[in-house]
């Protein structure tokens, strides 16, 4: 897969959504196709962090084709909260289409297995990116798709 690229979803619409293609491979305990986005601009090459610990719902438009899930995690990278592979996340199930998904900010968790434990609110106090990944766990057969994200909004 190539980087993301910015798309029209209605044909004289000139809003412009993220895209972004993946193949995830099988068999393979765990594939995943990720896109980072940050909420500021980088300053210098380092991360700018932002407070989003106030709000409640993170909102985003999504529509994808052959994934029935995706996964959202919570990044803090450069405010002494670097912890790797296991900030804290939120996967939510696709409906068929274009639609709209509120997503709680208190639903992000950290995975059971993370052995650094981290409150999700002190993340979202110095919150530098979302990760947006289309993946499957336990994958038996290949799956190819592609992934629109357009509105992404931390609402109060």
Not at 8 to 29: C, E, I
Not at 62 to 79: D, F
Not at 84 to 90: L, S
Not at 118 to 147: H, W, Y
């Amino acid at each position: 897969p190539g980087a993301p690229e910015l798309v029209r979803v209605k044909k004289d619409d000139p809003n412009r959504a993220m895209k972004f293609d993946y193949s995830l491979r099988a068999p393979n305990q765990w594939a995943g196709v990720t896109v980072e986005i940050h909420g500021l601009p980088d300053a210098d090459g380092k991360f700018v962090p932002d407070d989003v610990s106030g709000f409640k719902t993170l909102s985003m438009q999504v529509y994808a084709t052959g994934i029935e899930i995706l996964r959202l995690e919570a990044i803090s990278k450069g405010s002494g909260k670097d912890m790797g592979t296991v900030y804290p996340m939120r996967t939510f199930k696709l409906k068929p289409g274009f639609n709209t998904y509120q997503i709680p900010m208190g639903s992000f968790t950290q995975p059971a297995w993370a052995s650094v434990r981290v409150d999700p609110k002190d993340i979202f106090r110095v919150l530098t990116s979302i990760n947006i990944t289309a993946f499957c766990d336990q994958c038996d057969f290949p799956k190819e798709g592609m992934v629109i994200v357009d509105n992404i909004v931390f609402q109060k």
